[in-house]
C-alpha cells in the first residue's frame, strides 16, 4: 500500500519520545509503498528457494502449524545479508531497479541462498545503496519508525494496548511466531510493526544526533533492528524502542518487511 512520506524538521515533540526524530535532525520521509505484512515464509521461500525459518509456526488461536499451512508465517532465521539478497532478486523479478550493490556480484537472479555470508564479510558491509532506484529495500530506521507510528500517537504500533496490536512473550508463551495480519493494523494499515518478529533496518546502528544523515550512520558493527517479537516483552514492542545486532546474525525472531519509493 501507499504511505505518504513527509519532512520531519527536528523542532517536533513526539509521543512517545524518540531517539531517532531528534532536536535539529531534518530528514526527508519519502511517498513509499509499503508491504502491509512481514515477509512470509511462503514468499520468502518462492524467490530465494528455501525457507530457513526455525521457530515453530501458530496461528492466530494458538494451534500449532505444520506443512504448507506454515507459509503464511513471517520468515525468521534470515539475517540483514539475506534480507539485502531477497531485496534485490524480489527488484529484478518485478523488472525495476536493484537498490544495492555488492561488489563482485553481477548476477542477483541466480544468487544462491547458500552464497549468502552467515558470518561477518567486508564486502558484504561495505555495499552501496542507490537511493534514487526504485526496486525493493529495507526500510531505514527513520522510515520504519514513521511507519511503524501510523501517523498516531500510540505506544504500540496502533494502539497503547500491547496485545492489541502484537504478538510477543506473554501471549505466545515463547513457543513461536503467529500468523501474520492476525493482530490490529495500525492507522497506515500496517500489520505487525510491532511484535511477531523483529524487523531489520537498512541502517548502521549509532546513538542519533543532529547530523545523523537519514540513512543512519555511515558505519558501524551493528545493524538495527525494530519492532519487537514473539520471544521478546511488550517494552521491545514500542514504537520508539530501537534495538540492533551483527548483520550476519540469524535468530528464530528475526524477520523483515519490505518497501519502495514511490517517487
Given at each position: 500500500m501507499?504511505?505518504?512520506?513527509?519532512?520531519?524538521?527536528?523542532?517536533?515533540?513526539?509521543?512517545?519520545?524518540?531517539?531517532?526524530?531528534?532536536?535539529?535532525?531534518?530528514?526527508?520521509i519519502?511517498?513509499?509503498?509499503?508491504?502491509?505484512?512481514?515477509?512470509?515464509?511462503?514468499?520468502?521461500k518462492?524467490?530465494?528457494?528455501?525457507?530457513?525459518?526455525?521457530?515453530?509456526a501458530?496461528d492466530?488461536?494458538?494451534?500449532?502449524?505444520?506443512?504448507?499451512?506454515?507459509?503464511?508465517?513471517?520468515?525468521n532465521?534470515?539475517?540483514?545479508?539475506?534480507?539485502?539478497?531477497?531485496?534485490?532478486?524480489?527488484?529484478?523479478?518485478?523488472?525495476?531497479?536493484?537498490?544495492?550493490?555488492?561488489?563482485?556480484?553481477t548476477d542477483?537472479?541466480?544468487l544462491?541462498?547458500?552464497?549468502?555470508?552467515?558470518?561477518s564479510?567486508?564486502?558484504?558491509?561495505?555495499l552501496?545503496?542507490?537511493?534514487?532506484?526504485?526496486?525493493?529495500?529495507?526500510?531505514?530506521?527513520?522510515?520504519?519508525e514513521?511507519?511503524?507510528?501510523?501517523?498516531?500517537?500510540y505506544?504500540?504500533?496502533?494502539?497503547?494496548?500491547?496485545?492489541?496490536?502484537?504478538?510477543?512473550?506473554?501471549?505466545?508463551?515463547?513457543?513461536?511466531?503467529?500468523?501474520?495480519?492476525t493482530?490490529?493494523?495500525?492507522?497506515?494499515?500496517?500489520?505487525d510493526?510491532?511484535?511477531?518478529?523483529?524487523?531489520?533496518?537498512?541502517?548502521?546502528?549509532?546513538?542519533?544526533?543532529?547530523?545523523?544523515?537519514?540513512?543512519g550512520?555511515?558505519?558501524?558493527?551493528?545493524?538495527?533492528?525494530?519492532?519487537?517479537?514473539?520471544?521478546n516483552?511488550?517494552?521491545?514492542?514500542?514504537?520508539?524502542?530501537?534495538?540492533?545486532?551483527?548483520?550476519?546474525?540469524r535468530?528464530?525472531?528475526?524477520?523483515?518487511?519490505?518497501?519502495?519509493?514511490?517517487?
Amino acid at each position: 500500500m501507499e504511505v505518504a512520506g513527509t519532512t520531519i524538521t527536528g523542532n517536533e515533540s513526539w509521543t512517545p519520545t524518540s531517539y531517532v526524530f531528534v532536536s535539529g535532525r531534518s530528514i526527508t520521509i519519502p511517498d513509499m509503498y509499503v508491504c502491509d505484512h512481514e515477509v512470509t515464509r511462503g514468499e520468502f521461500k518462492e524467490l530465494m528457494g528455501t525457507d530457513p525459518s526455525t521457530a515453530s509456526a501458530y496461528d492466530k488461536d494458538g494451534n500449532k502449524l505444520t506443512g504448507d499451512a506454515v507459509l503464511n508465517n513471517p520468515v525468521n532465521y534470515v539475517n540483514w545479508y539475506a534480507a539485502i539478497a531477497y531485496c534485490n532478486k524480489l527488484s529484478l523479478k518485478e523488472n525495476l531497479t536493484p537498490c544495492y550493490s555488492v561488489s563482485g556480484i553481477t548476477d542477483w537472479e541466480n544468487l544462491a541462498y547458500s552464497s549468502i555470508p552467515t558470518s561477518s564479510n567486508s564486502t558484504w558491509n561495505a555495499l552501496t545503496y542507490d537511493k534514487e532506484a526504485d526496486g525493493y529495500r529495507l526500510p531505514t530506521e527513520a522510515e520504519w519508525e514513521w511507519l511503524a507510528r501510523g501517523g498516531e500517537n500510540y505506544t504500540y504500533a496502533g494502539s497503547n494496548t500491547v496485545d492489541d496490536v502484537a504478538w510477543y512473550t506473554t501471549n505466545t508463551k515463547d513457543t513461536g511466531s503467529r500468523e501474520v495480519k492476525t493482530k490490529q493494523a495500525n492507522g497506515y494499515g500496517l500489520y505487525d510493526m510491532s511484535g511477531n518478529v523483529y524487523e531489520w533496518c537498512y541502517d548502521w546502528y549509532d546513538t542519533v544526533s543532529s547530523s545523523t544523515a537519514d540513512t543512519g550512520a555511515s558505519s558501524g558493527s551493528y545493524r538495527v533492528r525494530r519492532g519487537g517479537s514473539w520471544y521478546n516483552g511488550g517494552s521491545d514492542c514500542q514504537v520508539s524502542y530501537r534495538r540492533y545486532y551483527y548483520p550476519y546474525s540469524r535468530y528464530s525472531f528475526y524477520g523483515f518487511r519490505v518497501v519502495r519509493s514511490a517517487n
